[in-house]
């Protein structure tokens, strides 16, 4: 099976642990940072598939992040996480993929990201 690579830019939470969790049972490789500054690095070190990406990590502005990414992944989902909806029309302009808040549950994101990546969830797995 083809493993898909997810990068979690996302501060240590019950939000991520679940994600990452639910995530590396799905046959995903997950990869954590937990500061703006690490992002970059990490997406131009390893092949991704999609970002996840916590809109007020220490380190970056969030949109300026998006820009930064998509000046050198153009084609790189990046789903963002925001309480704050007046956010949302920018981060989209910049090139992020979708806004979600952060109560969305971890399946929910999972769904989000098969849809973006084109994985399609195997006929015989039950939900969690």
């Given at each position: 099976?083809?493993?898909?690579?997810?990068?979690?830019?996302?501060?240590?939470t019950?939000?991520?642990?679940?994600?990452?969790?639910?995530?590396?049972?799905?046959?995903?490789?997950?990869?954590?940072?937990?500061?703006?500054?690490?992002?970059?690095?990490?997406?131009?070190?390893?092949?991704?598939d999609?970002?996840?990406?916590?809109?007020?990590?220490?380190?970056?502005?969030?949109?300026?992040?998006?820009?930064?990414?998509?000046?050198?992944?153009?084609?790189?989902?990046?789903?963002?996480?925001?309480?704050?909806?007046?956010?949302?029309?920018?981060?989209?302009?910049?090139?992020?993929?979708?806004?979600?808040?952060?109560?969305?549950?971890?399946?929910?994101?999972?769904?989000?990201?098969?849809?973006?990546?084109?994985?399609?969830?195997?006929?015989?797995?039950?939900?969690?």
């Amino acid at each position: 099976m083809i493993h898909k690579n997810i990068l979690l830019a996302m501060r240590p939470t019950r939000l991520r642990d679940d994600l990452s969790y639910q995530l590396q049972h799905s046959n995903f490789e997950v990869i954590h940072v937990c500061d703006g500054g690490r992002v970059i690095k990490q997406i131009r070190r390893y092949p991704l598939d999609t970002v996840v990406l916590e809109m007020d990590l220490p380190g970056f502005d969030g949109l300026e992040l998006i820009l930064s990414i998509k000046d050198f992944a153009k084609h790189l989902p990046i789903i963002t996480i925001s309480d704050d909806h007046s956010f949302e029309s920018n981060i989209l302009k910049a090139g992020g993929s979708a806004m979600i808040p952060s109560s969305t549950e971890s399946q929910d994101i999972i769904q989000m990201i098969n849809q973006m990546i084109g994985v399609e969830k195997n006929a015989g797995e039950s939900k969690k």
